[in-house]
């Protein structure tokens, strides 16, 4: 039982280049979110997903796309990386109000 | 803007003591808090939580006090240990899918 596993851990990108941060979850989850931590800052919400199938903005989804590709998986999409895109990034996924994360990848947009 | 905020960004103990890390929240609605612990390179760890219509609950050496007068959460850690060093932050959840997340003191343990 993994938990909940991120690849990459840590990716530098040039602005402009696109990449996929992929997440999954072996504990049968029906939510999955992803954040954004910057320092100084509280975990923001990029987007979150109640089930398969479906998704929803969160507090900070421009900039990035996401795909709920099956109960397991969800993954976020930077088609065009910024330097404010710069952050470590994590994955969550919850039942019942309590929230597992995953080890987090660290990005940096030159 | 609504948010989850800590006092203290900092708090340094010695090895034995007690640690008390408080958060104030502003949403009335909220009725399920969380602490989490994150350490250096890692993910936030679930600590404990409570739901608002309990005053205290008590885990392992952790115990979360929340007092909704005056909307104040707080967690003490007993006997602080030098593998509890990391930084610690609350979240509330106003009846949504969506959590909001507190900035987080950092303790540090003093051997």
């Known amino acids: 039982n993994a938990g909940v596993t991120q690849t990459p851990k840590f990716q530098v990108l040039k602005t402009g280049q696109s990449m996929t941060l992929q997440c999954a979850q072996d504990?049968?989850?029906?939510?999955m979110y992803w954040y954004r931590q910057d320092p100084g800052m509280g975990l923001r919400l990029i987007y979150y997903s109640a089930s398969e199938g479906t998704t929803d903005k969160g507090e900070v989804p421009n900039g990035y796309n996401v795909s709920r590709l099956n109960k397991r998986e969800f993954s976020l999409r930077l088609e065009s990386a910024a330097p404010s895109q710069t952050s470590v990034y994590f994955c969550a996924s919850s039942e019942n109000n309590e929230q597992y994360f995953g080890p987090g990848t660290r990005l940096t947009v030159t | 803007g609504e948010s989850v905020g800590l006092h203290l960004p900092t708090l340094s103990v010695q090895e034995g003591d007690n640690s008390i890390i408080n958060c104030a929240y502003s949403?009335?609605?909220?009725?399920?808090f969380i602490w989490y612990k994150q350490e250096s390179g890692k993910g936030p760890q679930f600590i404990i939580d409570i739901r608002s219509n309990m005053d205290k609950r008590q885990g392992q050496r952790v115990t979360v006090l929340l007092n909704k007068t005056v909307k104040h959460l707080s967690l003490q850690i007993a006997a602080t240990q030098p593998g509890d060093s990391a930084v610690y932050f609350c979240a509330e959840n106003p009846r949504t899918y969506k959590y909001i997340f507190g900035t987080g003191t950092r303790l540090k343990v003093l051997a």
């Open positions: 949403n009335s609605a909220s009725d399920y």
């Open positions: 504990m049968n989850h029906n939510s």
